[in-house]
């Protein structure tokens, strides 16, 4: 199937989120031409000062709702590539519908867009979440690909409102991903473009989006600055609680993840995990606590937690060597040795994630 080479024009919708606003400048740093949709001009003014030094190879389009009918299909027109980021993330609701009906239909919806005005484009990849892929075991457990979260759709048919809101964000994700793999393959005999699905689990560090605090960040993000920094959360707490341990990436680690996937013709009609290895939030407290010269002088004493206490029990991890095969991007001893450019690269270390993150949360005076 076709990959999209430098120089294609790629749409990007959330472009102002977390992942999407790393996975812009990423595309636009290795030569892309990027569209980025956003809700407002508010948004859309912030992302083009962001990338004022790329010209006329950056421009922004307003989506006010993403659910709407056609709200993509001016966005996809002249597209080689579209990287579909948009989605909710956040847990503070009541109706599962609040979380999943925007899911699904973005997705579906900027699909249908592609179908009917993206006669250019090649390949479409969709930011789904580890979350599509993992169940709740009693016993430690890897998951691959091949794996899928049935269970929390499940859980929210017979528990609606009262389930709890981990579980309606993952069945978000699972629903969203199968309504993609299941339109694509509806019409798979009337397209010229394939799909891709990349699965992170957490993603951590630097945030370039516009957020005036660290609790804008999102979930994931908002925790880890919540529990290594403010201390207003224990290790305990949180996603992912520190007694489970789970896994995680990079945020530009995941936007890289993201560019390869149109660039790799083997990547074509896959579901591919993008995870740098597992941790317990205890972990990411004692490497903040070991660097030397530390990155936050307005925060000398970081919490503690109890250090070196973390056993090496993981509840879940991931079998993430498809990304290594397909993508290029390796984990743990595999690419100890590698940089962080080149035909093969390594995920960023816990070391390197906290560093630059903690440099991120200084400068912006958190």
């Not at 239909?105 to 892929?133: D, F, N, W």
């Not at 890897?142 to 269970?151: I, T």
């Not at 299941?182 to 370039?208: A, C, E, M, R, T």
């Not at 004493?301 to 290594?324: E, H, W």
């Amino acid at each position: 199937m076709p990959t999209v080479p430098v120089g294609g024009k790629v749409l990007v919708s959330g472009a102002n989120g977390y992942i999407a606003a790393w996975l812009v400048r990423t595309l636009l740093q290795q030569g892309y031409i990027v569209r980025g949709t956003v809700r407002s001009e508010e948004k859309a003014g912030f992302l083009r000062n962001l990338f004022k030094d790329y010209g006329e190879k950056f421009e922004v389009f307003i989506v006010s709702d993403i659910t709407a009918d056609g709200a993509f299909d001016e966005a996809v027109k002249g597209m080689d590539a579209i990287e579909h980021t948009a989605s909710p993330f956040h847990f503070n609701v009541d109706d599962p519908q609040e979380l999943i009906q925007p899911a699904v239909k973005g997705t579906t919806g900027i699909l249908g867009s592609v179908l009917k005005h993206g006669q250019s484009v090649k390949r479409v990849v969709i930011t789904s979440s580890s979350a599509a892929i993992l169940r709740v075991e009693p016993k430690p457990t890897v998951f691959s690909e091949e794996n899928w979260n049935e269970q929390s759709p499940r859980d929210i048919e017979e528990q609606g409102r009262s389930a709890p809101a981990i579980t309606k964000y993952r069945a978000s994700k699972a629903l969203a991903e199968r309504a993609a793999w299941d339109l694509y393959h509806k019409h798979k005999s009337q397209i010229s473009w394939d799909l891709v699905v990349i699965n992170p689990p957490f993603v951590f560090g630097p945030s370039i989006q516009d957020v005036p605090n660290p609790f804008a960040l999102g979930t994931s993000a908002s925790h880890w600055y919540e529990i290594v920094v403010a201390g207003s959360m224990g290790p305990d707490s949180g996603a992912g609680a520190n007694k489970v341990g789970s896994s995680w990436a990079d945020v530009r680690d995941i936007a890289e993840a993201h560019v390869r996937a149109l660039q790799r013709e083997e990547a074509a009609n896959q579901r591919i995990i993008a995870s740098a290895g597992t941790f317990k939030w205890q972990e990411w407290m004692d490497v903040a606590n070991s660097l030397s010269l530390s990155p936050i002088p307005s925060h000398p004493n970081l919490p503690k937690g109890n250090p070196g206490s973390t056993d090496k029990i993981y509840m879940v991890s991931y079998d993430a060597s498809k990304s290594g095969r397909v993508l290029g991007m390796v984990s743990g001893a595999e690419g100890a040795h590698l940089g962080l450019t080149g035909e093969k690269i390594r995920y960023r270390t816990m070391e390197e994630c906290t560093r630059d993150t903690l440099a991120d949360v200084e400068a912006r005076g958190w």
